[in-house]
Nanobody, 123 residues
Framework: VQLVESGGGLVQTGGSLRLSCVAL????????MGWYRQAPGKQRELVARIISDGSKEYADSVKGRFTISRDYAENTVTLQMNSLKPEDTGVYYC??????????????????WGQGTQVTVSS
């Protein structure tokens, strides 16, 4: 399953950006869709994710500013980022897990990562 990300870029403090990610392939089901980020010199961390029952989880640092949403029909996950801060700067990665149709139609698990998109917030 391939993930294609879009969005990101350069924005001033207090600005907004929107990231989108679409999952492509022979998808049987999607269990989780989420966004992670990695700042220079730091480990990759969870930003937000949404699971199959619709429940959402956010990092404490983004609660109240970021909103994750999912389009079930289009296998797309979107991250709306408002009130951006310089500490939000990093490479943002989409992550999707679920099942796909493998050989002979057998359903197998997958966990895919997007290529990453840069978000830079200037002070």
């Amino acid at each position: 399953v391939q993930l294609v990300e879009s969005g990101g870029g350069l924005v001033q403090t207090g600005g907004s950006l929107r990231l989108s990610c679409v999952a492509l392939g022979s998808i049987f089901s999607i269990n989780t869709m989420g966004w992670y980020r990695q700042a220079p010199g730091k480990q990759r961390e969870l930003v937000a994710r949404i699971i199959s029952d619709g429940s959402k989880e956010y990092a404490d640092s983004v609660k109240g500013r970021f909103t994750i949403s999912r389009d079930y029909a289009e296998n797309t996950v979107t991250l709306q980022m408002n009130s951006l801060k310089p500490e939000d700067t990093g490479v943002y990665y989409c992550n999707v897990g679920g099942g796909y149709y493998g050989d002979y139609g057998v359903v197998a698990d997958f966990a895919s990562w997007g290529q990453g998109t840069q978000v830079t917030v200037s002070s």
